[in-house]
């Protein structure tokens, strides 16, 4: 297989090592070292994409970050698809499977591309919102034909093979950019003591190093790098990250960077290797060393492939051996443009021309194109391209830049490449993520970072780029950077490198053409998003003013490109179509990411088992062993309910429920929150927090507490016992804990800092086993040495014990109205207790139950569940608790002067009530809206709705708990809940206790 | 002495087999540079004072035999105890199970006026993370700074591991020691074994 813009020699690539790679179906040959874009370049393919709107032809541009066009699709099987991948930036490998993303049926014969000629002069910018904004209803329907059409590359449909890793880093000095600024600034932080993380994009660190044809002390470039990179890797406190972007840079030096760490070896990962790596750094300073971009200009046709920026054929020639052509003219404003055919020439192709805009120029790249009797046509443009698929001639022409038109006879010079060379823009990305505007400076006639703190451009992201400048201002930043660390900063030695005369550059963007904008060819400005001159041209005349608005009425720098090479050139076009300075009309905001990222690389390990923590209690393998099916409450794994074989949920809750009200259940409830409180000052705390009265709760008793936020709604409740006088256990809510002490500690920290008293959690101490049922006594009595004879222990007290040989609190509290034990013991002997509860199993029926038969016991009597039944709107005495407000308290607790504004006291609102369906076998839907008219027209007036419904097979009908509008006067009413399939449910409005409503079972 | 209703929540070893948090999954994961292990069934003391009031730090140090660390981000150890400063008003004293409820009676003889100790140590276990390649394991699992110019020995904190809190030790130049919570045992576990 022939390469035939493959030179004979040079470049970094291993010509020992061929490798084999597929581009749109076609298989071709490239080396190690390469690019996919240096590959396909080599083998001549010059068409790689069709463009976004206009499906026009699209061929690489740029050799960096930076490039508009040459986005493909990777992957040989369907798992390894990924999208969005730029050419330039992928390391070629053997095997490697790419392709287009836009194009169908193919890149060369693309039946869009008729729609683009057709429908292209029927899309002008503002297109979408003009023509398909209207009816809004259909926009979906357009968004996804157009989706459909665009193609931005696809999401793999298979499981991604690949493991990919999270790093937190620190450092004193992160270096962005290892070009000749990096290094320098890396190592004389290195030197002076720093911690310094060092990182680069590119498969190679070095930068501009790596194609210059300069040197440094003497020698060729190549060495002093070698040498640099050599010295910082052997510094332990040095960590060098090839083949990593840092793509967000974010608030207070914190950086994300994503190393590439086997995307250069295959499709997938060698076995033990994650594929990326995110690297999440946290930074004292951060020095970019970014480089500058190099600006194409802007004239027509200048999308045709063979339609270079200039910097890029160097880079293809020095770095690949690559030159992609084999007539090359060259259009440059500034000496850039000279060092490109002064490549390419002594790469042995021809140069047609040097076409300057510039009148004259005599800096020492130019006298070296001259020495050479390079045809240099001065004062004269490049304003149109001939040839469709493939560059065939440059149109040239004299021009005045002052009237900003053509003079002269247009001549046509035949060619198949076409660099052009506008200038440099600092690649100020990153520095404009965390929303620093970037500053112009008419000097470089670019846009460099505003000064934010800890934040330190260097070299040609700083604006500066002769390679002495840049070396020299890369070494005060180092000092800078190791000084404000806080270190001595250390010498170190530039190398010489020759101050070469460049000649003054003009501040050149676009070109104008023989016909207007509006009517000349399109002059593309940004390739990726099909942005024209005449685009933005009729964005201004529209009347959009601001750049922001401009940007989005035409798309320019949207998307994965961020305006790296066209926004500038916008920025410039659409200033002159103002009448404005570049300065006056800014610059719009680039965001993270700087180039696209894998969702893989971003959820790193949290996925699958790992994606979120799961909280075990300390039975939960007995759990699992009996069969148990769980349900999430918080990040809590709780048993849901326990199915015997073929058992339906249903069928398994009534065998529980029923087990619980005649003989005995048990519950795992240890993920309730506890919270030891301990102070002289912890029984007033208390008063201050909870509803209701502590003053007089002695040791060995429990109380339920109310709990209220300031704006006197209900936020949480649980049982409180006092162990000491100054000692008490608060229990809350299993979603609450972690709310409510931090809620304690709020109020204690912030308003109440003279109470004496600690809060401490230990709700993962206490395992919590609670057995209910009339069976619990005896059952209990069979393991314990507490006395349980009712009268000794009552309900609402607790004591202290034996529970199968294991040390335990025993509280007799009831949560299913029946009598109850919670016997609390330290977690890791809670499997013992439990175990040995069950070798009872069959004497007293002993049942295991779960949440779901919880609830059903809970709201047969009434209880609330903070949360379902309440939605942080509801007042205790919304709930019917009046009982559980101590109105008359001392201290005004939290939420007592809420409590007294007229909307808490108002008759209309939702108040808690029962409801029973008239017909027994109806289960009311939770959620359910509740009307009191059910042929009223729709909208229907809501009067309130379901909480909590379930079976109750005790009572063998349908029961509901509900928030009624005025509810409590309205019992005895029937209400009605339409529902969606065109049934009305009827049910007549109860007091919230279905079972047992003088509590007598829970005090047998 | 406080009014806190203390007792001996150990039970009697021969009798009754206690359940580390991780009792369900291996006790060791040994890979290519890293060995982390768990330390079940330590005891796990929370106190709270004053730091500033002599008598305190006094009494705390005659009922442990160890200075009260009042340095943040200290841990001060003995053979049997180690106490880690976990806030300016709270510490974290770790010792073996079986003399938890001697020492809690002893800070309680030592104590006076206002401070609270609680036994917590259901609620907490330990794993110890050594090898080579024990900072990679710490590079991906936590966002505090562990090299070791940042952390070293002596050193302690409260900060996350992954997405759960952990108290990161480094008793010695050879170990880090994890305290995680138990009801997140398995989480932190899985995930230090995903990562090694």
Same mark, same amino acid.
């Given at each position: ?53 206009? *499906? ?6 740029? $050799?960096?970050?930076?490039?508009? @066009?040459?986005?493909? &699709? ?23 499977? *790419? ?29 979408? @919102? ?5 009816? *809004? ?43 000749? $600024? ?124 063979? @339609?270079?920026?200039?910097? !890029? ?122 929303? *620093? ?13 505003? !000064? ?85 041209? +009729? !964005? ?12 989005? %009425? ?91 074989? @073929? ?90 804990? $972690? ?23 230990? #709700?993962?101490?206490?395992? #919590? ?67 040995? +509860? ?10 295991? %139950? ?60 939702? &108040? ?93 | ?19 580390? /948090? ?21 005891? =796990? ?42 806030? /300016? ?49 710490? =590079? ?7 090299? /070791? ?21 480094? /008793? ?14 398995? =989480? ?9």
């Amino acid at each position: 297989m022939t390469q035939p813009n493959r030179l004979a020699q040079g470049g970094r690539v291993n010509r020992d090592r061929p490798l084999s790679f597929v581009f749109n179906g076609e298989t071709y040959q490239g080396y190690e070292g390469d690019t996919l874009a240096s590959a396909l370049l080599a083998n001549a393919v010059s068409v790689v994409n069709r463009s976004f709107k206009y *499906a026009r032809p699209r061929g690489i541009v740029a $050799a960096g970050a930076e490039e508009p @066009n040459a986005v493909v &699709q990777l992957g040989a099987s369907e798992a390894a698809q990924t999208p969005n991948v730029r050419a330039t930036q992928q390391a070629l490998y053997d095997g490697l499977v *790419a392709s287009s993303t836009n194009g169908w049926p193919n890149v060369q014969r693309d039946v869009m591309g008729l729609f683009g000629k057709v429908a292209g002069k029927m899309m002008p910018p503002g297109f979408y @919102n003009k023509t398909f904004m209207a009816p *809004a209803s259909m926009w979906m329907t357009y968004e996804k034909l157009i989706r459909k059409a665009a193609g931005l590359g696809r999401s793999p449909r298979e499981q991604d093979p690949d493991r990919y890793e999270h790093f937190h880093r620190h450092c004193d000095v992160l270096v962005i950019g290892a070009g000749p $600024a990096g290094l320098v600034a890396a190592s004389v932080a290195a030197n002076s003591g720093a911690r310094v993380i060092l990182c680069d994009e590119q498969e190679q660190m070095g930068g501009c190093l790596l194609s210059t044809t300069e040197t440094l002390n003497g020698k060729p470039a190549n060495q002093w790098l070698s040498e640099t990179l050599d010295h910082l890797a052997a510094n332990p406190d040095v960590l060098l990250l090839p083949r990593t972007t840092a793509n967000g840079y974010h608030d207070h030096n914190f950086v994300t960077l994503h190393e590439r760490v086997a995307e250069h070896l295959g499709d997938t990962a060698p076995e033990g290797m994650a594929r990326s790596r995110m690297h999440q750094v946290r930074a004292k300073r951060v020095v970019l060393s970014t480089g500058s971009h190099e600006r194409p200009l802007v004239y027509a046709n200048n999308d045709v492939p063979g @339609n270079f920026v200039s910097g !890029a054929i160097s880079s293809y020639i020095h770095r690949y051996g690559v030159v992609p052509g084999n007539q090359l003219v060259v259009m440059t404003a500034n000496d850039q443009g000279y060092r490109c055919a002064i490549d390419w020439y002594d790469a042995g192709r021809n140069v047609v021309a040097i076409v300057d805009a510039r009148p004259d120029a005599d800096g020492h790249w130019v006298k070296q194109a001259e020495e050479r009797g390079l045809r240099i046509l001065k004062g004269q443009v490049v304003f149109d391209t001939k040839g469709t698929k493939a560059v065939q001639g440059a149109w040239v022409s004299a021009w005045n830049a002052e009237r900003f038109a053509l003079t002269g006879e247009a001549q046509l010079l035949e060619c198949d490449a076409i660099a052009s060379s506008g200038g440099f823009s600092p690649v100020v990305h990153l520095a404009a993520h965390t929303g *620093a505007r970037p500053v112009w400076r008419d000097d470089i006639q670019g846009f460099v970072p505003a !000064a934010v703190k800890g934040q330190l451009p260097t070299g040609g992201c700083n604006g500066v780029y002769p390679l002495h400048q840049v070396l020299a201002d890369a070494l005060d930043t180092g000092i800078t950077a190791a000084l404000d660390c806080g270190y001595e900063a250390s010498r170190f030695i530039l190398p010489e490198v020759d101050d070469l005369v460049e000649s003054a550059p003009l501040a050149l963007f676009e070109i104008p053409h023989t016909k207007a904008t509006m009517r000349a060819p399109y002059q593309f400005v940004d390739l990726q998003n099909d942005v024209t001159a005449a685009a933005i041209e +009729l !964005a201004t005349r529209e009347g959009f003013e601001s750049i922001e608005h401009v940007k989005r %009425y035409t798309a320019m720098g949207f998307g994965t490109d961020q305006g790296k090479l066209g926004n500038i050139n916008g920025m410039a076009i659409t200033a002159r179509r103002l009448g404005q300075t570049i300065p006056e009309t800014g610059t719009t905001v680039f965001r993270p990411n700087y180039t696209p990222v894998p969702f893989g690389a971003i959820a790193g390990p949290h996925r699958r088992e790992l994606f979120d923590p799961k909280r075990y209690t300390a039975l939960h393998s007995w759990h699992e062993q009996r069969g148990a099916t769980f349900e999430d409450v918080g990040l809590w794994k709780r048993p849901w309910y326990y199915p015997i074989g @073929n058992e339906s949920m249903h069928d398994a809750v009534s065998r529980e429920c029923l087990a619980v009200r005649n003989k005995v259940g048990i519950l795992d409830a240890s993920t309730l929150g506890k919270i030891d409180i301990q102070g002289k000052d912890a029984r007033e705390f208390l008063g201050r927090v909870y509803t209701n009265k502590w003053e007089k709760l002695g040791i060995g008793k429990a109380r339920y507490g109310l709990m209220c936020k300031d704006d006197g709604m209900v936020t949480d409740d649980g049982v409180t016992t006092c162990l000491g006088d100054q000692h008490f256990l608060m229990t809350t809510t299993t979603g609450g804990a $972690a709310a409510i002490l931090e809620w304690l500690e709020l109020w204690h920290q912030t308003e109440w800092p003279e109470l004496e008293v600690y809060f401490n959690s230990v #709700t993962d101490h206490w395992a #919590t086993i609670t057995i209910t049922g009339p069976n619990s006594r005896a059952l209990l009595r069979e393991i314990t040495d507490i006395d349980l004879d009712r009268d000794k222990f009552k309900f609402m007290e607790w004591r202290q014990g034996t529970v199968a040989g294991v040390p335990a609190r025993v509280y007799r509290i009831s949560f299913t109205g029946e009598l109850s034990y919670e016997i609390n013991v330290q977690a890791d002997f809670a499997m013992h207790v439990w175990q040995t +509860l069950f070798e009872y199993e069959n004497k007293y029926g002993l049942t295991p %139950y779960g949440t779901e038969t919880m609830h059903v016991l809970r709201a047969e009597k009434g209880f609330i569940i903070v949360g379902q039944d309440t939605d942080g709107s509801v007042t205790p005495e919304d709930l019917g608790m009046q009982w559980c407000i101590g109105y008359d308290k001392p201290f005004s607790w939290i939420g007592k002067r809420a409590l007294s504004r007229p909307d808490t006291s108002r008759r209309d609102r939702k &108040q808690l009530v029962g409801l029973k369906p008239l017909k027994d076998d109806v289960v009311l839907e939770e959620g359910a809206q509740i009307v009191l008219d059910p042929n009223q027209p729709i909208p229907m007036r809501m009067v309130g709705h379901v909480t909590s419904s379930y079976f109750s097979p005790t009572l063998n009908h349908g029961f509901a708990l509900a928030l009624l509008m005025d509810g409590h006067n309205r019992m005895g009413e029937i209400v009605f809940m339409p529902m969606p399939d065109g049934q009305v449910h009827e049910a007549e409005v109860v007091g919230t206790v279905f079972y047992d409503s003088k509590g007598d079972r829970q005090n047998v | 002495m406080s009014d806190a209703a203390i007792f001996d929540q150990q039970a009697v070893a021969d009798k009754v087999t206690g359940q580390s /948090p991780l009792h369900h999954l291996s006790s060791s994961h040994k890979t290519e540079g890293v060995v982390l292990e768990e330390v079940p069934s330590l005891g =796990y003391l929370t106190l709270r004072g004053d730091a500033n009031d002599e008598a305190f730090r006094a009494g705390v140090h005659k009922a442990l035999g160890l200075e009260l660390p009042v340095q943040p981000m200290t841990l001060l150890q003995s053979d049997t105890v180690s106490i880690q400063w976990l806030s /300016p008003d709270e510490w974290m004293i770790v010792c073996p199970g079986a003399r938890c409820f001697e020492f809690e009676s002893a800070l309680h003889e030592q104590l006076s006026g206002h401070y609270a100790v609680v036994n917590v140590s259901g609620g907490y276990t330990m794993l110890t993370l050594s090898g080579d390649r024990a900072l990679d394991v710490l =590079y991906q699992s936590t966002a505090y700074d562990v090299h /070791p110019r940042h952390f070293g020995t002596g050193k302690a904190v409260a900060t996350t591991l992954a997405k759960a809190t952990v108290f990161l030790r480094r /008793p010695d130049d050879g170990k880090w020691e994890l305290i995680v919570r138990r009801s997140f045992a398995d =989480y932190c576990w899985r995930w230090l074994v995903g990562v090694c």
